[in-house]
Each structure stands twice: as C-alpha cells, then as structure tokens.
C-alpha cells in the first residue's frame, strides 16, 4: 500500500481546476450514457467527494478527468444494478451498452452543448433555466446559488428539483435541437447566460457586494463554452463581447468607500486592457454587412465606451444610432431610455427629457428611470425635481453601492430658490 502523500493542498488544486473544467463534460457524457440526467448529476458529485477523500491519501491519478469519469460511470451502474434487479432486461440492455469511457474527448463537446439546450429548455421556467445552468453546467453548489439569488437553500434545492424532475416527466431528449428550431433555441440559452452575468455586475439586494465576481465569472466561463461550441454564431460572439468590454470595467466600477462609480468618473487606467482587446477581436471577426443581433449590438455600444481615451471623446451619435437599431429589432422602454441618455449627450437634455417623461407609465417602477430622470433634471437647473428624482431612485434601488452613489450625488444638488443652504 503506498505511503500517504503531503501534498494536499496540491490535491485541493487540482480537484478544483478539474471540477471547474471538467464538471460539465462529465455530467453530459453520463446523461447521454444513461438517459437520466439527475443521475449523472448525482453520480458526478459522489465521485468528485470520493475523489476528496482518495487523492490525499494515494495521490493524484495522471488522467484525474478520466479518474472521475470512470468512477461516477461506476457508481452509476452499481446504482442502475441495484434498481435494475427489478427488471433484469433493463440490466442486460445497460451490459450490452457502450463500455466503461475514459476522459471526456471528442464528441463530448456536442454533449455539452446537448446539456446547454437541456437546461435552458422552454418548458422551464426562466428562474428554474438559470438556476439549473448554474448547478448542472456550471457545478455550482445549491448553497452558492441560493446565496447568489438571495433565497434559502431549500427553496433553491427544491426549484432545482423540479427541474430535473420536469425535464424526466417532459421527456425533453439530450439532443441539440432541430436547424429550424435552433436560432430560438440559443436565444434562451443566450438570455440565461445574460441573467447569470448581470446579477454578478450588479448585484440585486442591499447586503450583497456591488459586484458577484464569482457570477460574472461563471457567466463568462459558460458563455465561451458556448462560443467554443458554436465559433461562428454572431450573436454567441456577440455576448462573449459584450461581457468581456463589460467586465473590463468592473475594477473602476466601485470606489474605495464601496460606492458605485458613474462611467465617465471611472479611472480607465485600470480598465483591463486584455480583455478590451479579446472583446474587441471577437467583434472585429464579424462580417461589417452581417445583421447586427441584440448582443452584437449591446457589444458595440460597449465598445464605442471603452475605445474613447477620456469621456468627451465617446461617440455619442454612433451610440444613440446603435440603440435606434436596437428599438427595431428588440424595442422596449429600457432601451428607448438608454436611447435618451446617449441623445442627451449627444444633442440636449431637454430633448432626452422629453422622450424619457413619455416613458413614465411603463418605468415608473425602475430604479433606472428615475436615475437616468433626475441626472436630467440636474443637467437642465432643475434642482427641487432632480431632487425628487434622486429620492424615488434611492428609494427603489436594489445595491447599497448604487444607493451610496445616488444619494451623494442628490447631496451635491445646489439649493433651489427658496431652498436652505
């Protein structure tokens, strides 16, 4: 019996670099092996926890991929024996199958993308589609996901179950969809991801950080697994873009004192060069006639942020002219405020206030159209209403590091005739 090895910590390492980077792989091999997805999710934990506790003590495998695939295949077919006893065709039919894999090559990355389409199926609800992608692809813990998106374990638990159960019950197949299906079917996949990255940059809850790197992260993470799998869909290229240029910011984004810092106050020395230039290549690969889809365009808009060395050099008439093209293909008030900033700057505040005062109705419950409201009302001198503004914002804000930014900006508010000093 060999000695046990003192190389845990290089254990921890590589359990969590295989888990990270393999996690998805051999959820999807098991579900194609056996039809049962909550099966190959159950058996590939079960075989990382062994992997925890056989490691340290008879060292690290030289394929720890294949190690764990081998084991969770195992483990599943002990767990269809003991069940299959009760129908023994069952069992003959799992003996003839395909033999005992080895580490996940090959076709395996059709079966992650088949793992994609399942837990972003329709038939879910979206809630339950971003919960799912987090823990079957991304292999996220319930506990971590709950805490993302600030419910109890239980509640996360059970919404993940039933998923899972949902999916059995539906008989949704471990399949990539049909051509004609497919275009609508990566748009949900594509709005999970979305989801998954924009609660990580801006984190809904007043006792949460501004920022959930670790979802900004795994929204990324995913995102190029798709791209991976799909290198020449525009608008996969498209998000991976626009997460990219966006989370170049994010360390300029929060200051010191843990307020949210506006766009043309942040430092863009410290904006990550790297992943400006990987946003703007992804970007750059695309055919300049192709139809922009709604993340291409979200992308370009970021990068007509990030390429302006200092705030007046932003081309504020391209970007009111990318949201135009926006309203026509994916029209909706958010976006036709969006608009109305960059005509602000790009023409008159009293223009953008008039088109964001018709918006009233339909954003009165969004924190951003009272931002977006008062900034105006500031800009033209009215500074009683821009106040009133700056109070329904902070009143409906969901992140205490926006709520620092917008109360010291209603402060910073110069009296109104009448008004004390």
Same mark, same amino acid.
């Given at each position: 019996?060999?000695?046990?090895?003192?190389?845990?910590?290089?254990?921890?390492?590589?359990?969590?670099?295989?888990?990270?980077?393999?996690?998805?792989?051999?959820?999807?091999?098991?579900?194609?092996?056996?039809?049962?997805?909550?099966?190959?999710?159950?058996?590939?934990?079960?075989?990382?926890?062994?992997?925890?506790?056989?490691?340290?003590?008879?060292?690290?495998?030289?394929?720890?991929?294949?190690?764990?695939?081998?084991?969770?295949?195992?483990?599943?077919?002990?767990?269809?024996?003991?069940?299959?006893?009760?129908?023994?065709?069952?069992?003959?039919?799992?003996?003839?199958?395909?033999?005992?894999?080895?580490?996940?090559?090959?076709?395996?990355?059709?079966?992650?993308?088949?793992?994609?389409?399942?837990?972003?199926?329709?038939?879910?609800?979206?809630?339950?589609?971003?919960?799912?992608?987090?823990?079957?692809?991304?292999?996220?813990?319930?506990?971590?996901?709950?805490?993302?998106?600030?419910?109890?374990?239980?509640?996360?638990?059970?919404?993940?179950?039933?998923?899972?159960?949902?999916?059995?019950?539906?008989?949704?197949?471990?399949?990539?969809?049909?051509?004609?299906?497919?275009?609508?079917?990566?748009?949900?996949?594509?709005?999970?991801?979305?989801?998954?990255?924009?609660?990580?940059?801006?984190?809904?809850?007043?006792?949460?950080?501004?920022?959930?790197?670790?979802?900004? #992260?795994?929204?990324? /993470? +995913?995102?190029?697994?798709?791209? $991976?799998?799909?290198?020449?869909?525009?608008?996969? *290229?498209? !998000? &991976?873009?626009?997460?990219?240029?966006?989370?170049?910011?994010?360390?300029?984004?929060?200051?010191?004192?843990?307020?949210?810092?506006?766009?043309?106050?942040?430092?863009?020395?410290?904006?990550?060069?790297?992943?400006?230039?990987?946003?703007?290549?992804?970007?750059?690969?695309?055919?300049?006639?192709?139809?922009?889809?709604?993340?291409?365009?979200?992308?370009?808009?970021?990068?007509?942020?990030?390429?302006?060395?200092?705030?007046?050099?932003?081309?504020?008439?391209?970007?009111?002219?990318?949201?135009?093209?926006?309203?026509?293909?994916?029209?909706?008030?958010?976006?036709?405020?969006?608009?109305?900033?960059?005509?602000?700057?790009?023409?008159?505040?009293?223009?953008?206030? #008039?088109?964001?005062? /018709? +918006?009233?109705?339909?954003?009165? $419950?969004?924190?951003?159209?009272?931002?977006?409201? *008062?900034? !105006? &009302?500031?800009?033209?001198?009215?500074?009683?209403?821009?106040?009133?503004?700056?109070?329904?914002?902070?009143?409906?804000?969901?992140?205490?590091?926006?709520?620092?930014?917008?109360?010291?900006?209603?402060?910073?508010?110069?009296?109104?005739?009448?008004?004390?000093?």
């Amino acid at each position: 019996m060999p000695e046990p090895r003192d190389d845990t910590r290089d254990v921890a390492t590589v359990i969590t670099r295989t888990h990270r980077e393999e996690w998805a792989r051999i959820v999807a091999g098991l579900t194609r092996r056996f039809g049962d997805l909550d099966l190959a999710e159950e058996m590939t934990a079960e075989a990382f926890a062994t992997a925890v506790e056989h490691w340290p003590a008879h060292g690290i495998p030289p394929n720890p991929a294949g190690w764990v695939t081998t084991t969770a295949n195992r483990r599943a077919i002990d767990r269809l024996r003991r069940e299959a006893r009760r129908d023994e065709k069952h069992w003959e039919a799992l003996r003839l199958h395909d033999p005992e894999p080895s580490a996940p090559t090959g076709a395996i990355e059709d079966d992650r993308l088949r793992l994609l389409f399942i837990c972003c199926h329709p038939a879910l609800s979206l809630d339950a589609r971003v919960a799912l992608t987090l823990r079957i692809v991304g292999g996220l813990t319930v506990a971590e996901i709950a805490h993302a998106f600030l419910v109890q374990d239980a509640t996360m638990g059970q919404r993940i179950s039933r998923a899972k159960a949902k999916i059995k019950a539906a008989g949704i197949p471990f399949a990539i969809p049909a051509a004609e299906d497919l275009p609508a079917r990566i748009e949900a996949v594509l709005v999970v991801l979305y989801l998954v990255f924009n609660e990580g940059y801006l984190a809904s809850g007043p006792d949460t950080p501004a920022i959930r790197r670790e979802l900004t #992260a795994e929204g990324i /993470r +995913l995102t190029r697994l798709a791209h $991976g799998l799909r290198p020449d869909d525009a608008e996969v *290229a498209g !998000l &991976l873009a626009l997460m990219l240029l966006t989370d170049a910011r994010s360390q300029a984004r929060v200051s010191a004192d843990g307020e949210l810092v506006r766009l043309d106050e942040q430092d863009r020395g410290s904006w990550d060069r790297e992943l400006i230039a990987e946003g703007l290549q992804l970007l750059g690969s695309r055919d300049a006639d192709e139809p922009f889809g709604r993340y291409r365009l979200l992308a370009e808009i970021n990068a007509a942020h990030v390429i302006a060395p200092h705030p007046r050099d932003t081309d504020w008439a391209r970007i009111a002219s990318l949201y135009s093209r926006l309203e026509e293909i994916d029209p909706s008030p958010l976006v036709t405020l969006n608009k109305a900033i960059a005509l602000s700057e790009h023409d008159s505040p009293d223009l953008a206030l #008039a088109i964001i005062d /018709r +918006l009233a109705d339909k954003l009165d $419950g969004h924190h951003a159209f009272h931002v977006t409201r *008062a900034e !105006l &009302l500031r800009a033209t001198g009215r500074s009683a209403d821009a106040r009133a503004a700056y109070d329904r914002a902070i009143d409906l804000a969901g992140n205490t590091a926006e709520t620092a930014h917008l109360i010291r900006r209603r402060n910073q508010l110069a009296p109104s005739n009448g008004e004390l000093s």
